[in-house]
């Protein structure tokens, strides 16, 4: 009986897999939930899974996200509430069709998961006409991550 030794010549081509990040673990559970999903204003805009550098513990403030966005002081950033965030786009009308109203489940379907795995959540504006917001908040490990999605109001 021969018993024959692996060749070290040879390179390993089995696929090893890394321990997933929690902050791809969540990109990866949010994504899903954003396709064909538009943010309601004078132009109904995509959203977005973003990432952030930011790891501090105490909330987020206006300065914050300038620096993290690289603005000048001159531009407009305000916080508002998460509430108003969520507001337009997750309560059913009654005069919802068929669409609105799985548009809406999707809406909130994505707040839960949200409200589920990122602690701390605030929501910024940025911009005065052509508004970028961000809905960010804490996971249990890693920077802060989030979603970004552009409203018009003119």
């Not at 929690?22 to 995509?46: N, R």
Request: proline content about 7%.
């Amino acid at each position: 009986m021969t018993t024959e030794s692996p060749n070290s010549n040879v390179p390993d081509t089995r696929k090893t897999t890394q321990p997933e990040s929690k902050t791809g673990s969540i990109a990866h559970q949010v994504t899903p939930l954003l396709i064909d999903l538009l943010y309601p204003s004078e132009s109904d805009e995509p959203i977005e899974f973003v990432e952030t550098y930011l790891k501090m513990a105490e909330p987020l403030t206006v300065s914050h996200i300038k620096d993290w966005l690289m603005l000048p002081p001159s531009n407009f950033v305000e916080e508002i509430t998460e509430a108003e965030f969520w507001e337009s786009v997750v309560t059913v009308e009654e005069w919802f069709d068929e669409e609105e109203r799985a548009k809406t489940a999707q809406f909130q379907t994505l707040k839960e998961m949200l409200e589920t795995t990122l602690t701390d959540r605030q929501v910024f504006r940025v911009g005065k006409t052509e508004i970028d917001v961000y809905l960010l908040g804490k996971p249990a490990e890693g920077p802060r991550v989030g979603l970004k999605t552009r409203v018009i109001e003119t």
